[in-house]
């Protein structure tokens, strides 16, 4: 099994965020946006250590009805967000794709690439 792995990158507008991906490349969670790109390196911390607590997870859903989630950490701060789903089902397989992958120490910065 191919393990996932964070990306930290750098926005538009100067900013750092990070995405979690699959083994498969797919991304399963997106941070919020950070000032600095330390700020985006705590924030992979915060997932690690919060993605394996089922807690620490809340589904909701968009204006269309389709189900996402967010990963708080303890602190009930938002560290990331999924993307829409067409199920619940499909909801609960990216949360436990989440907690799975999370653990991850493999983080790449493509923070100084062309945008």
């Known amino acids: 099994m191919i393990n996932g792995y964070y990306e930290i990158k750098k926005a538009k507008n100067g900013q750092y965020y990070f995405n979690l991906k699959a083994g498969n490349h797919e991304i399963i969670l997106t941070s919020e946006m950070y000032v600095s790109k330390a700020s985006a390196e705590n924030g992979i911390a915060s997932v690690q250590t919060n993605s394996p607590d089922e807690k620490q997870y809340e589904v909701k859903l968009n204006v269309r009805n389709e189900p996402y989630f967010l990963l708080k950490a303890k602190n009930h701060q938002v560290i990331g967000k999924s993307e829409f789903y067409n199920s619940d089902a499909a909801a609960q397989k990216g949360i436990a794709s989440v907690s799975r992958n999370g653990k991850t ?8 690439k062309e945008l």
């Open 105 to 112: 120490t493999d983080v790449r910065d493509l923070s100084d």
